[in-house]
């Protein structure tokens, strides 16, 4: 009998969620088969903004991880073949368990197909392909997981009669810009002034009209696609020089539309992408003494339990200044509790519509004297950009969140801090192979020593010699320490590239 989505995802078991792998605390170790389709699953214009997309496929190579436990089997899919040298370097990270014997539990398969389209799409073209996966996984012990969860993914499991822990896409809605808002409503949870979505030019520009005429001390607003990826679908709308004040309603409206039709939007199609998804614009967030981007990243478990994983400090750049760049951990201790507990309370409504795993919240955090002024933006229903080096810091060093402070510490109690970033890039390091990183790592001294609990994880090798791009997680003791090893890294790598270039060496590192 073929199983529907829904039916499949009856059968996961609360444990299969857990990256330990263990039911609870004394629990017996887990015995699944875990198969990993790292597909980025998105809007073809906002996924060409991404420098490398292609190679972001091996973000997702921290859940190896999982291989700590001897019952877990690995099933890791991608579009090309991953270099053994870059398997590997993940395997040799994990404490207590032989790299050879984890190895013999991973089992890897690519579609041989570097083009644009989303791995999942290429899978499901490649009937033979998708059979001989079908006969690594145990019937009744195994899952998929995704970053993100479309109808193809959906298609996927069906497919395979596998089921898929992830949110079913028929509840995307919560993860868009006008389902966020609704959620924060729902939840009391603090969130700027907005409004709700419109499909046209015309449509924004009254609607901006009316959040202007609602708050005329607004310096500007947030326009948001509504679907938008990684703030690849925001812009801000300035105020100011509109001189907005003292005209009459149908002016004020003519001059909003005026300066949309001259938005500066990173998504280039963004006047379509309007038509088919909608945007609302949201109150930009000025004043006070010092403003964050912080965010909570959390998991829904199946049967609903809801686990609040970290808090991040997010790192934003881009032409807006709305793309994210990495993070720092944790959140600042001023508002890291009521960051979890905001967390906490959008997991909850988020379970009780059914949705599962990943979840994250954006926030805004003003200091305005003593205090912090927190306001959440968006829920993003999906692995996230803090995904992967929380997943590093946990697995690599066995340590644990300790729930009552958002604090991670190691076993030996310490608290470990870092920043992270997907989007380290320098055109020095163009034509450098990962055999040349891992030899300027090693020479360097700047992987992670579990003695000392400093040093760096790597992520997103295969952007190194094409785009000179490269993901780090960089580890400290504590926050002044996880900075020092950031710049210390950026530093030796440029010298290290500069040294196999034969080009003079940097004269300084920003």
Known sequence: MVLSFRELQGQLQAPWGRE?????????????????????????????????AHHYEERQLFSLMRLRNPGVQVVYVTSKLLPELVVDAVLELMPGVPTSHARRRLHLFDTDDGSARPLTQKLLERPALLGRIREQLRPGRSFINCYVVTELEKTLSERLQVPLLGTDPALGYWGTKAGSRELFGRCGVPHPPGTGLAHSPAELAEAVADLWDSHPELGGCVIKLNEGFSGEGNARLDFTPLVLAGLSRRERVARLAAALEALAMPAAAWKELLAQQGALAEAWLEGGDVLRSPSVQGTIHPGGLVEVLSTHEQILGGPGGQTYLGCCFPAAEPYRVALMEHGRAVGQALAAEGALERYGVDFIARRFGEMWDLQAIEVNLRQGGTTHPFMALRAITAGSLEPATGRFLSPTGQPLHYRATDNFSDPRLRGLMPLDL?????????????????????????????????????????????????RSTVAELLAGASARSGAPLPLSVG
């Open 20 to 52: 330990h792998g263990e039911a609870a605390a004394g629990g017996p170790v887990a015995d699944f088969d875990l198969l990993m389709v790292p597909s980025l699953t998105m809007d073809p214009s906002q996924l060409a903004l991404v420098t490398g």
């Open 438 to 486: 891992i030899d300027i790592v090693a020479e360097a001294g700047l992987h992670y020593d579990p003695a000392r609990l400093q040093g760096s994880v790597f992520h997103l090798l295969g952007c190194l010699s094409e785009f000179g791009k490269l993901g780090m997680t960089c580890i400290g003791r504590d926050p002044e320490q996880a900075s020092a090893v950031y």
